[in-house]
């Protein structure tokens, strides 16, 4: 497994940007896909993207396509999740995961991101 750390979380107007940071540390870990999450209050939690090990394949969900976007930096061992043209509805506790295998094993302890009207 690895260790991960979000940062970057804030209170922001509707229309703005945001850039969340995933660091990760522990043995391997650029041989990791990293995915981000988010849970809104009384809300399941929500797949939002991933990248795979490499940096060069991003997947996303339909509700951020477009707007979101997910990128990887091997050397500093972060991913970054660019989230532009910000909605009330973004509002959630943003995590990142990691996976080897089928499923996300190792996970941070989220950032909150509050999108104002």
């Known amino acids: 497994q690895v260790q991960l750390a979000e940062s970057g979380g804030a209170q922001v107007q509707a229309g703005e940007s945001l850039r969340l940071s995933c660091t990760a540390s522990?043995?391997?870990?650029?041989?990791?896909?990293v995915g981000w999450f988010r849970q809104a209050p009384g809300k399941e939690r929500e797949f939002v993207g991933q990248?795979?090990?490499?940096?060069?394949?991003?997947v996303y969900s339909d509700s951020v396509k477009g707007r979101f976007t997910i990128s990887r930096d091997k050397v500093k061992n972060t991913v970054f999740l660019q989230m532009d043209n910000l909605r009330p509805e973004d509002t959630a506790v943003y995590y990142c995961?990691?996976?080897?295998?089928?499923?996300?094993?190792?996970w941070g302890q989220g950032t909150q991101v509050t999108v104002s009207s």
């Open positions: 990248v795979n090990w490499s940096g060069d394949r991003t």
């Open positions: 522990g043995r391997a870990v650029s041989t990791y896909a």
């Open positions: 995961a990691a996976r080897r295998g089928v499923e996300f094993d190792s």
